[in-house]
T-cell receptor, first 115, second 114 residues
């Protein structure tokens, strides 16, 4: 079974609108971390936001927020006020803290922001 | 500027040839990782190292080897390249003990095996 599932291969949003990118995860480890990375067309991987399994509040970083629903095992990324520069591939990833600090990535969601 | 460098940027390689992808970080991070990225599959972990002198296998280690002689360098070797190893390869590092311990990525190496 996949540990990280991103069900949206592609998403479209208009500039200035908000968009939610879905991510569900599967783990039996009580301690884990969830990450979102952005990969623009230039290819580099950019860390966006982190949510720990014991964090009481949803993580926020500027226009990025993470809608963390622990019981549903979901960690959706919300981008508010989309910009053209947000067009990129977005990856959700999980680290299970009982093992080594390795990340398991989802297959990604391509976001296209239109004017 | 602190970060991770990878070399070469891109390479076309004949099948059966040996190839080493280089990765160097100057952040003094303990942990380093190698991933391959293939269309539709996301990033998959090949090998990792939690500290100098130790390495471990990831999800797709077959056909690859790594070494970690010091903190800064983590080369990935394809002993006898095959076309299925055509991919984009990313090296990453992390503090492995930091508060968040996010991984920092290099710019990638695009490898084509013919």
């Amino acid at each position: 079974a996949q540990k990280i599932t991103q069900t949206q291969p592609g998403m479209f949003v208009q500039e200035k609108e908000a968009v939610t990118l879905d991510c569900t995860y599967d783990t039996s480890d009580p301690s884990y971390g969830l990450f979102w990375y952005k990969q623009p067309s230039s290819g580099e991987m950019i860390f966006l936001i982190y949510q720990g399994s014991y964090d009481q509040q949803n993580a926020t970083e500027g226009r990025y927020s993470l809608n963390f629903q622990k019981a549903r095992k979901s960690a959706n990324l919300v981008i508010s006020a989309s910009q053209l520069g947000d067009s990129a591939m977005y990856f959700c990833a999980m680290r299970e803290n009982s093992g080594y600090s390795t990340l398991t990535f989802g297959k990604g969601t391509m976001l296209l922001v239109s004017p | 500027i602190a970060g991770i460098t990878q070399a070469p940027t891109s390479q076309i390689l004949a099948a059966g040839r040996r190839m080493t992808l280089r990765c160097t970080q100057d952040m003094r991070h303990n942990a380093m990782y190698w991933y391959r990225q293939d269309l539709g599959l996301g990033l998959r972990l090949i090998h990792y190292s939690n500290t100098a002198g130790t390495t471990g296998k990831g999800e797709v280690p077959d056909g690859y080897s790594v070494s970690r002689a010091n903190t800064d360098d983590f080369p990935l070797t394809l002993a006898s390249a095959v076309p299925s190893q055509t991919s984009v390869y990313f090296c990453a590092s992390s503090d492995d003990g930091g508060a968040i311990d996010e991984q920092f990525f290099g710019p990638g190496t695009r490898l084509t095996v013919l």
